[in-house]
């Protein structure tokens, strides 16, 4: 008989430690599961507490969870794709019911709002619950109520990106405690959101809560190609100002006064694109209504069209949606005789959009209606060289114009005694070389 070999059983390899134990040691605290509610819906809910319950009870419901349990229902959000988010955030706040209903998809909105602007700078407990930016967002829901394919169809087709920021920041708080027992540094932490807004130089009209906001409302609903760059992952401290680079207040009606002169004054030869905010009032339905143009081009003032492919005319209030993208859409006339005066947004040769008369202070809509126009404001999104740049252009005008006027005075009189006119003034017995005092006398 042959000897049968023996086969030593291979050890099994150890288990390697569970992902996230770090997080949830930090939120027992060493208190075990017992304190971990609290804790988390804490942590999770810094900028609305509702959210952290919500979330909480979506991933554990009335479980006890222990290390194994949490470190797998963590590693689960934390692997979710951008696609898998929006059904993942639509169970959450319908708390497991088929459709969701007005009120809860409110909460979505604020939900969105809070948690890009805390992600991204440090604006979001500045925004009241009341803000109209929620509002005006679900102004597109054409349904009172919503199921989960509904729902993500509709963020798909009017504000793809309204879920980015929520997203990123959820990120960034569960990948902080990845994989080891000690947070992660700073350096090594992903998932860092940038608010697509931009750090506001020059004097401030404008508060910067409301216009950072303002900002992210136009990058869910489309790329700001021209004002910002698009959001993306980055590490913290990597960029020195936030995405979207340095505005500068170009013109404003409040400071500078409400003229097309001095419109045109402030805003012409600035060789960088810009968004001009324009706020009016519907007295008959007393209602606010507010534009904003992102004009991808150096402002012209004339008898034509203008504009790139990256213009776009979106409205914020009362409702949130983009009326038109596209070239030479927008037109800016003082004078020109033959050719509508003020400005004018089409959306065809025949229909405008949005039209401001030359004394910018009344402003008509696309259904005919002629509102009174409480501000406007343009901003320069070409960083500081841009206005440094339009800053010596407008001094060099200035100069011009002062030496057009500095014309000598000795040349003034040779030309007046050489002038026909002083010639038949003395013809007729009137002395023209007197001193005034003493053709007085």
Not at 329 to 347: A, I, W
Request: contains cysteine.
């Amino acid at each position: 008989m042959g000897t049968q070999q023996s086969t030593a059983r291979q050890p099994a390899p150890e288990a390697g430690p569970l992902p996230f134990v770090a997080l949830y040691r930090k939120l027992t605290d060493g208190g075990g599961a017992p304190s971990l509610k609290n804790q988390f819906e804490s942590y999770f809910g810094g900028p609305y507490p509702l959210f952290g319950q919500l979330l909480y009870a979506r991933l554990f419901g009335d479980k006890v969870v222990d290390e194994a349990t949490f470190s797998s229902a963590i590693s689960q959000l934390a692997g979710l794709a951008d696609s898998e988010f929006e059904p993942f955030i639509f169970s959450v706040f319908s708390k497991g019911a088929p459709e969701i209903g007005e009120n809860d998809l409110m909460k979505v909105a604020y939900t969105a709002v809070l948690y890009a602007l805390a992600a991204g700078s440090e604006t979001a407990k500045e925004l009241p619950e009341n803000h109209f930016l929620p509002k005006s967002i679900l102004s597109s829901v054409e349904s009172q109520t919503l199921n989960s394919a509904q729902f993500v169809n509709w963020l798909k087709r009017c504000s793809p990106n309204l879920l980015e920021g929520l997203h990123r920041w959820t990120l960034g708080a569960v990948l902080h405690y990845r994989g080891s027992s000690q947070a992660h540094s700073d350096e090594s932490l992903q998932g860092q959101y940038v608010l697509p807004s931009p750090h506001l130089e020059g004097d401030l009209v404008s508060k910067e809560p409301e216009l950072s906001a303002l900002i992210w409302a136009m990058s869910t609903l489309v790329p700001i190609a021209l004002t910002v760059k698009s959001a993306k992952l980055v590490k913290p401290n990597q960029v020195s100002f936030p995405v979207g680079g340095v505005w500068t207040l170009l013109y404003s009606s409040r400071k500078h006064g409400t003229s097309m002169n001095r419109f045109l004054h402030h805003c012409l030869d600035y060789k960088k694109p810009s968004v001009m905010f324009v706020k009016c009032y519907h007295k008959t339905e007393h209602t606010d209504n507010l534009f904003a143009l992102m004009v991808d081009t150096e402002w012209y003032c004339g008898p034509r069209y203008w504009g790139h492919e990256e213009f776009r005319l979106v409205q914020l209030q009362p409702v949130f949606r983009l009326l038109k993208s596209g070239p030479k859409l927008l037109s800016l006339n003082d004078s020109h005789r033959g050719f509508p005066v003020g400005l004018q947004v089409m959306s065809s040769p025949q229909t405008c959009l949005l039209q401001v008369d030359d004394t910018l202070e009344k402003c008509r809509l696309y259904d005919g209606v002629w509102l009174t126009v409480e501000s406007i404001e343009v901003w320069g999104c070409g960083g500081l060289q841009a206005a440094e740049y339009q800053g010596k252009l407008k001094q060099w005008e200035e100069k011009a114009v002062l030496k057009s006027r500095n014309v000598r005075r000795e040349g003034l009189k040779e030309m007046w005694l050489d002038s026909p006119d002083r010639y038949l003034l003395e013809l007729g017995g009137i002395e023209t070389n007197r001193p005034k005092e003493q053709q007085d006398s």
